[in-house]
């Protein structure tokens, strides 16, 4: 069984900065792949950022990448997402994600996910 366990969220207000953490636990796995996405009430999931490789290859959403940082520790099997300039848009439940194979912008590209953290950035 493994489990994805995020943390670091919180209420915040406009122009701060937030570190979510993820950390993998159980059977342990080489995860090619650790990611981000993110829920806002009413709409689909979307993509954040994504890292592959122990951390060597990092892609984020256009909305975030001037913004966000994904960095991942390999030796630990956790990846972080540093949120800096947070806008009220940023405002959702973030979900940590991972994949032993493949890596991608989709939902279905992750086989594995954890419960959820919720950002909230008041104006």
Known sequence: QVQLVESGGGLVQAGDSLRLS????????????????????????????????????????DSVKDRFTISRDGATNTVYLQMNRLKPEDTAVYYCAANPFYSGALTYHYQYWGQGTQVTVSS
Not at 40 to 58: C, D, I, L, M, Y
Request: hydrophobic content about 35%; aromatic content about 12%; glycine content about 16%.
């Open 22 to 61: 993820c950390a993998a636990s159980g059977r342990t796995i080489n995860f090619n792949a650790m990611g981000w996405f993110r829920q806002a009430p009413g709409k689909q999931r979307e993509f954040v950022a994504t890292t592959t490789g122990n951390g060597g290859s990092t892609y984020a959403a």
